[in-house]
């Protein structure tokens, strides 16, 4: 049994799952909306961010059990990053046969002498390629000879001060934690479809107050980048023109809040603000609506014009559009976009078995869903490396008991 933990930028998450054979099973799943303590993505109250942790666990059903179950912790948040180094070792004298030893120390060197802004933490580092002698492009170097291996790594990052936070909540609690990794990192694999994987392909994830975008080619991740904006963007502007709350104003938006172009509501009246089941302010649905329309045009302009600059950056065409995260489930938001890109969006949701349809479908489920196949290949991995330690440990004891015996 392992534990996911998300912390996105308004809401916190938790799954807990079985895996078996390379698969994975969700067993029971718990989710606190604009948990306390918490705030875009990182910890502004560590008191309250404990008790809202703490809550989590009790809606999961954990017991004390929870501090031994493997627990993995999936970021979102703005500051998310990812730079690409490399780095080489010369091996003097006669080449030398690479093994993991020579892949994990220029990893590990390239790692160290990254030169990342000092605030930057690393949480994951992932090799694209490496060098061996002049022949570029190897995916796997094992075997060969070389006099040179090189690397070149994709780091992901984030602020240190807020990493440190969100680590102080897990410590304090003495969870189990196997790694923290960038909601960035996953997304791919959590929704992407085959073909997708051919060409390249651009993921735009609209949480609440961060957007991510990832564009990958074969599959593989080529470059991110972060915002610190997102659809409460909407909320926002709700709260501004009508003078309420922004609690208030979320509340509208997802109730009424549509970018369909075609309905209509007559003289239908809808409340700006509810108190104990009183509706004390109310105005027309229509008048609303035209004015929701054009929050979400302000949007919708946000995301088009820094996917463009990005596209342009990265020299890219016309990717295959899939739009994901909490914001994606907006009505409406799917066609503008693909009105405004030379192709159409689809809705990205988590590409999973053994999930349960009513999270399976929901977009802003596909963080820590992402997670999932990895953390049953990792599980699967661990067993199988196990296994050949101790098989290595059963032949080199048989070994040495031949060894006495016979000398």
Avoid at 238 to 260: H, M, N, P, V
Wanted: charged share 25%; net charge negative; glycine share 8%.
């Amino acid at each position: 049994m392992e534990l996911i933990f998300y912390i996105g930028t308004h809401r916190l998450a938790g799954l807990v799952i079985e895996t078996s054979g390379g698969s994975a099973r969700v067993v029971r799943s718990a989710e606190i909306q604009n948990a306390e303590g918490f705030q875009k993505g990182g910890v502004d109250q560590l008191e309250k961010a404990l008790a809202s942790m703490g809550e989590l666990v009790k809606r999961l059903e954990l017991g004390e059990e929870a501090l031994e179950i493997p627990a993995y912790v999936v970021l979102s948040n703005s500051r998310l990053k990812m730079t690409r180094f490399s780095s080489s070792i010369y091996y003097s004298g006669y080449p030398r046969v690479v093994t993991s030893g020579e892949i994990q120390q220029v990893i590990e060197q390239t790692r160290n002498v990254a030169p990342l802004p000092l605030q930057d933490w690393i949480l994951q580092t992932i090799p694209e390629s490496f060098w061996v002698n002049d022949m570029t492009g190897v995916q796997d170097p094992t075997g060969l000879e070389a006099q040179r291996l090189a690397v070149t790594l994709q780091i992901f990052s984030t602020d240190y001060s807020a990493f440190r936070n969100v680590s102080r909540i897990f410590e304090a609690l003495e969870f189990n934690i196997k790694g923290y990794y960038p909601k960035t990192f996953f997304l791919p694999e959590g929704v992407l479809h085959v073909n997708e994987k051919e060409g390249e392909a651009l993921i735009i994830d609209l949480s609440d107050e961060a957007t991510h975008l990832i564009l990958t080619r074969e599959g593989k991740i080529v470059q991110t980048k972060s915002f610190d904006w997102g659809s409460r963007l909407l909320g926002s502007r709700i709260a501004e023109t009508w003078q309420i709350s922004l609690r208030d104003a979320q509340c509208l938006k997802e109730r009424f809040g549509s970018l369909e172009t075609n309905l209509q509501f007559g003289e239908e009246l809808i409340p700006l603000v509810e108190r104990g089941g009183r509706e004390t302010r109310q105005i027309k649905r229509a008048e609303f609506h035209k004015a929701f329309l054009g929050f979400g045009e302000e949007l919708v302009h946000q995301i088009e014009k820094e996917t463009q600059q990005f596209l342009k950056e990265e020299k890219v065409g016309s990717p295959a559009f899939i739009l994901t995260g909490g914001g994606a489930k907006l009505e409406g938001i799917l066609e503008i976009l693909g009105r405004r890109f030379s192709s159409s969006v689809r809705l990205g949701t988590p590409r999973a078995s053994g999930v349960p349809s009513q999270i399976l479908m929901d977009s802003a489920w596909t963080g820590p869903l992402s997670l999932l196949d990895w953390v049953a290949r990792q599980t699967k991995e661990e067993s199988v490396s196990f296994a050949k330690i101790n098989l290595f440990g059963r032949v080199f004891l048989q070994a040495k008991e031949w060894f006495a015996a016979y000398f």
